[in-house]
């Protein structure tokens, strides 16, 4: 099995989230993932590359947006990434952490 | 007579103890109070962490398939709403729903789903969502007229069993 990218050597905040959306590819995708102990998947990947695609263009994340984008709904982007979705996938997706209320 | 100092306890040493499960408790029908309830029911399984939702007496009206997305705020009796209104024109019919409604919209705005797709967001979530079996005898309501996501009509004790658990909190609208 090939090894792990090494997350010690990106910036992150306090929070673990990358401080530089540059230094995020595929491989410090699934090293975060794991430390949430998630194996990504395409369905994972799908959501990451939708919220990347939001916060490009300057959209705020939402729950509910996540569930009206046709990707997964609600019930699936929680069994996805668990502990916190929103959280978790914007931390796995190498995006600020959303300040998001709902 | 001679002070005495008493021996004072030794400072506890930061220990953490995070909220795992929440219990919000909805007793009123009002568009504010039921979303202040749902914002964080729903905020909690955000967060990770468990979140039950208990709706008693008026809150009832949250949970009513009919009745739910048509809640209103009051614009009479409300100190803080619009503060150099006059409370008379303020009573004049149809202004509160004049006023409902625009809340409705700004909410909308805020991407602050409707009381119906809020609940099903949070059950959606592993939110449960519990009526309160006395008021719902004493305002004579069919099981018919509930949302279908209702995960039962409980007593109160049946209702502090739901908030078992060490870092449970209650919160009571």
């Known amino acids: 099995m090939e090894t792990m990218f090494d997350l010690s050597t990106l910036a992150v905040n306090d929070d673990g989230y990358l401080l530089n959306a540059d230094d995020w590819s595929p491989e410090v995708a699934h090293a975060i993932a794991a ?6 998947t395409d369905p994972h990947f799908a959501v990451l590359q939708y919220l990347r695609d939001r916060v490009a263009e300057g959209t705020p994340l939402t729950i509910r947006r996540i569930g009206k984008s046709g990707l997964v709904s609600i019930k699936e982007f929680y069994g996805l990434f668990p502990g916190g979705p929103l959280k978790v996938s914007s931390r796995i997706a190498g995006i600020p952490k959303p300040a998001s209320c709902v | 007579m001679e002070a005495v100092a008493l ?3 030794a400072p506890a040493a930061a220990e953490k103890h995070p ?3 929440v219990l919000v408790i ?5 568009l504010e109070d039921v979303y ?3 914002i964080m029911a729903n905020g909690a399984l955000m967060e990770g962490l468990e979140a039950r939702m208990f709706f008693t007496f008026f809150g009832l009206e949250a949970i009513r398939k009919d009745r739910q997305d048509h809640l209103h705020t009051a614009t009479v009796g409300n100190p803080a709403f619009m503060q150099k209104l006059p409370t008379m024109v303020a009573g004049l019919p149809g202004f509160e729903a004049l006023a409902s409604t625009m809340m409705r919209k700004e909410m909308d705005k805020l991407d602050i789903p409707p009381v119906s797709e809020f609940l099903e967001m949070i059950v959606a979530g592993g939110g449960e969502i519990y009526g309160c079996k006395l008021a719902v005898d004493m305002f004579k309501i069919e099981d018919s007229e509930f949302i279908d996501d209702l995960a ?9 069993a739901l908030a078992e658990g060490e870092g449970t909190q209650i919160i009571f609208i």
Not at chain 1, 35 to 40: R, S, V
Not at chain 2, 26 to 30: D, E, I, L, N, P
Not at chain 2, 152 to 160: F, N, R, S
Request: charged content about 20%; overall charge positive.
């Open chain 1, 35 to 40: 430390e949430h102990g998630i194996a990504l």
């Open chain 2, 7 to 9: 021996p004072r306890p």
């Open chain 2, 152 to 160: 039962g009509v409980i007593t109160v004790g049946e209702m502090y």
């Open chain 2, 19 to 21: 909220v795992k499960k």
């Open chain 2, 36 to 38: 202040a309830g749902l």
């Open chain 2, 26 to 30: 909805v007793s009123k029908g009002t």
